[in-house]
């Protein structure tokens, strides 16, 4: 019962905010129930068996029996620390957006809790269609989220965004259902369990876009693709991110970007091992072109969030170049990744909201000096400066080294290329840093009718818990990698013939 | 041809039933010296014939109906699991109606009573046309339906519009039925009988042979696809849908459509389009035309009835991939019941669109358009959330019941390696999604322009009884999607 509860739970914070009558104590109950929950999912921890490589905790009752889908959750090493990531943003979010979010307190409150289930049950569902459902729900949220609370140009891009990720996912949908009646093919009975999807054999024949097992990859992976986003599918993540109020970019950044890689390494990877093999070259290329691009586009932005946006866009080209190596290192340095930038990136728009919440401006020309000013505020966004580009004892080093250390060893040449990445980000990240905190004070800096105050301790408290991760999980790793071990190991070793199976059924027996 | 006796008067005892319902509201009138009685009177007496009918319906069904689908009067009615869950939807929807109709200022007022009346003999139409398995008798219903529909529109308080759309659906309507009737003979001509039995025994070797059968096959069917508004047989639909008073809109675009298409349903029956290519092709062209003629056209509408109207016809698309995966196929239950659960939901949750869209309507000349949502949510967040569910649930999000309808109308269409057809239904359903977003963009992320604005109006109470009822069936039908698809498929096994 423990995932169901997990995932549920914040919908019934969300009809509690929803019916409570008065506006005063939205936020603090928030608050508090978003605390509840990531207290329960750190429970998860202690129940989960690091040794063990099947799914845990697994719940199946059955769903629409007519054509075999499940309500059927589990957990294993590739999703647990994504749950965690999402319930530990959450909180956090909500103090981020204390005093920013003025007006429809509660509707945000409420999509956010919403959006949370979403996300929770895509890393959690295994079975195909519960799967989508939570996917394509995440969108309402999300299209809420942006379209009331965002910019200027915010219905722009939110119906950018919609369309995008819906177009995307339609074809992933018929790509369900048609290996839905694959596995009625192959084993008599209609399925829509991940578990069954894994043990299917589709044919595959190289070279040729017709064959099945490459338009069902393609199918899975263009629905990924866009969602990460992977160049050339990118351009609604930036138009999203500016528009999007600052939590809003938070937990885009921070989660929904991991359900597309999140997909590549529990769907499209284990499910079409030899379509992978074969157009491994061309994810390796298009992330690698995300990475440099990313990079290049983000020096020349004037608008601060806007080249966060596009950091994003060069660091998950390096998720992918990390799941498609289909090394041990490799796929261990992408999931660390998804953490990692989930944890920096995160921490970046958080900061860029704070500036923006005191200056009500994000263009870089407009600052400058502001480590005089303002220092603690520039200590911190100096040190999430330091973890996204990968400096040695934060944690964003130890992912782009074991993706580099990957790509060195399956594919040379992808790596090579790659590697510029890691000084492009260097360069845009410092160059950034030095005009807004550096330098002769800016205009909005300098104004004396409007002095800056620095960090106040809302604040403090969404950044420490932000500043302490950096340094944990650049410092000791190991304590990471050993919950997410056993089941990479799994993956890298059985990648032409994944399977699943539960793990301890008498343990899931008792939960229930 | 066995005499009429009992068991027939057994079987059409819920139209009976409902037929005699209907006179009560204007005997009533009559008695009373041509007086109107209170609405809320008659409005019962309508909301009393249509349950009536439903629970003679049911129990019918359950006492002789349920294993051998009985026949009555020769074999031109019969009483089956599709009589039965298309019957119980349209006089559920009828039923819903008719509650929007008491609160609408272009349908009450001293004319109630012979409204209800035609309301309740539009749905005994139905009821025929969906139990017929006779042509004749499946013209009969469609007359019946058909004519019934015409009078209501024009009955309507507002004086233009409504006049023009009856005209219109009349004169439009009167072509279909008279292509419907020429395609009749030709069948018959080649089969010797109007029966649907002997036809759908006959298709599969005939729709190959002989063409004259093929051109009465197409014919009879572009006379359907005049009454679902197929395109390019669907031009009348919008200007129709925007004339006639919102709550007729209402039901014309989903009880008339899923009787409609359970005829159609028994018509295209089980290996009938597998020997000819040309129907086949014929059919699939017609259902991609229709989806994209559909979704294009809404993306430019601005009056939220034309968009409707224009939804109507891409989801008439959707049904159609449906059809023709049950025309394929060895065994149409999987995709029978898809287009039948497909019908319940659509219905519901146009139904409760048009519900919310009553609720703005001050008087019978008010046109709801896109910008005047503009900031509905702050004003009234409970107008604004129900229509956005209706909306996304139309869009085929999911947890809805739009997405499972679509869910299980694709996937007997890939079931039947109509793979093509699912691809332009989901891309399809990606362009839809443009235009049941911007409704949701204006209530939630504009800000009314002055002068500009909807509000509702208090005091519709049976409109919010609609609108609930609809609200919780969007939601409970997607939940329970497998359990309810089961009932539906047992039920037409």
Redesign the interface.
Known sequence: MILSAIVFLPFVFGIILWLWPSERALRPMALGFSLVEFILSLSLLGRFDKAAVGLQMVEKH??????G?SYFLGIDGLSIWLVLLTTFLVPLMILGAWNSIEH?VKGFLVSIFLLQVAMLGTFLAMDA?LF??FW??S??PM??LI??WGGAR??YA??KF??FT??GS??M??AI??M??LTEQAHGVMSASLLDFYRLDIPFVGGSMMSLQTLLFFAFALAFAIKVPVFPFHTWLPDAHVEAPTSGSVILAGVMLKMGTYGFLRWTLPLFPEAVEYWSWLFLLVGTIGIIYGAVIAMVQPDIKKLVAYSSVSHMGYVLIGLFAMNEAGLTGALYQMLNHGISTSALFFMVGMIYDRTHSREIAKYGGLAEVLPLFSIAFFIFTLSSIAVPMTNGFVGEFLILLGTFQAFPVFAYFALSGVVLGAVYMLWMYKKVFFGEKGPLVADEHHPLTDLSYREMAVLAPLVILVFYMGLLPGHFFSYSKASLDHLVKNKDRYELTYHDPDKTRSDR | MSPIGLADILIVSPFIALFLASLIPVTVKVLRGNVEQPAVATLTQGLGGFLGACILLLTVFVLIGKRDSPTAFADVLVLDGLTLCVGLLSLLVGAGALLLMHDNPSTFGNQFSELVFLTMNAVLGMLVLVSAVDLLIVYIGLETMSLSLYMMIAISNEGKLSKEAALKYFVLGGLASAILLYGISFLFGTMGSTSLRALVEMTPQLVGTSKIFLFGMILVLVGFAFKVSLAPFHAWTPDVYEGAPTPHTGLMATAAKAVAFAAILRIVAANSLVESENLLDFLQWLAVGTMLVGNLAALMQRSLKRIVAYSSIAHSGYLMVGIIAAGVSDQMT?AASGVIYYLIGYSVMTLGMIGVICLFERNEDTVVTVESLAGLA?RNPGSAICLTIFL?SLAG???SVG?FGK?YI??SA??EGL?WL??WG??N??IA??YY?KP??YM???EPEPGYDVAVLPSLTATRVAIGICLFCVIALGII??PV??VI?SAIL
């Open positions: 059955p769903w629409i029996e007519r054509i889908v429809r269609i989508y459902l394509e729900l969108l309402v299209y809420f379209g009331i915010r219905i939110t119906v919609f369309i819906m177009a339609v074809l949908l018929l259902i048609y839905m009646f | 999987y702050s996304l999000i999911p947890p997405f869910f694709f996937s890939i079931g793979i699912a691809l989901v891309l359903s990606v999604a443009y977003l949701i963009v939630f992320m504009k999607a497998g698809f089961k498929e």
